[in-house]
């Protein structure tokens, strides 16, 4: 039986971004499937009392030099100065949309959206700017446009998010294998192994 | 020339205690020189406005479950359940107090300290048993009893919390190879690579 990763991110989180450049060689090395759940770690913030790193004192000025080195150690395209922190609100709802026609299609999407923003610095705060990478993938711009507002696709992400926040997911990335928790893209490694031996 | 690395933490931190385990390890594979420097992180935390991960809502709930699994796969031992965070200012002025007299010494008794305390449950907030860790490293117990009242060994306990500010520490453990900053027991695989190889 194939295991899943559920892969909780924000596209607003560069981690999130590097780890979403490693969930391919994740599924090869390991056989599982990747279940991509954007989330918004605002609201995940508001439920634990937390701040944005790159708004907290060291935190911040760790994660201007950190994030850049561990792309480059990664081999990661990394557009700097890096994007400002952004509302990732209609790249989350594009890819429920596109999840609910075909999961693939959201990995897709999903990746595509984390790569034009982190390392090619375009907005993807601007629904249209989502709209421009899904029509890259041959994704109907009227469709996906009205499908961000629909009232279902919205709520999808409110519960997805507050999901999460149930299950104990506090970042972004965050990955579950079954219920076991790992936070960070330097866990993959762990997530890795945890998936070939089941666990230790 | 041997390269130095510049070990912080809290002997409170459960994390600080997995990095402590692997200290030899890691100057072995990079003959590396390691400067163990205990600090406050209370003190950090009222300087960066963050609280102990225990106290987080949620990341406090993972903790629990990740350092007895990171433990175990580094084939650490641990005292269950944990013993609850504690006042670390006698064993870290010790420490310090053992260090004006060997370094070698001072990471002896850093290494014996941690293990007591979370290997095998002994209580490390209590001076006595600070004092009865150090007499089994043949440190004689008034010595550094009065040592540990000294002002000098106070200010210098001070200091370093405060330089380890400064230099951009926020938790424990991290790591300082030169000026490039590394945090969390699941970074040293990056530090032994930057150490092997000067960097990326």
């Not at 201007?64 to 792309?71: G, I, N, Q, S, T």
């Not at 965050?174 to 893209?185: H, I, Q, R, S, Y």
Request: aromatic share 12%; hydrophobic share 45%; proline share 7%.
């Amino acid at each position: 039986m194939r295991k899943n990763v559920t892969f909780y991110f924000d596209f607003a989180s560069p981690y999130g971004y590097l780890a979403a450049t490693q969930m391919d060689q994740l599924a090869a090395d390991t056989g599982c499937d990747v279940v991509w759940r954007p989330i918004l770690l605002g609201v995940v913030f508001r439920a634990t009392g937390s701040a944005p790193n790159l708004q907290r004192p060291l935190v911040g000025d760790y994660l201007l030099r950190d994030v850049p080195r561990f792309a480059r150690r990664l081999g990661v395209e990394l557009h700097l100065p890096m994007p400002s922190p952004f509302a990732s609100l209609a790249a989350a709802r594009a890819v429920y949309w596109a999840e609910q026609r075909d999961p693939h299609l959201a990995s897709s999407l999903a990746k595509a959206v984390f790569a034009a923003h982190w390392a090619e610095g375009r907005d993807m705060a601007l629904p249209e700017n989502v709209l421009d990478v899904a029509a890259s993938l041959d994704i109907n711009r009227d469709d996906l446009d009205s499908g961000m507002q629909d009232p279902a696709v919205k709520d999808r992400l409110r519960r997805e998010t507050d999901s999460a926040i149930a299950r104990g997911v506090f970042g972004s990335p965050f990955f579950l294998v079954g219920d076991e928790p790992f936070w960070g893209v330097d866990r993959l490694p762990q997530v890795a192994d945890w998936l070939r031996t089941g666990g230790w």
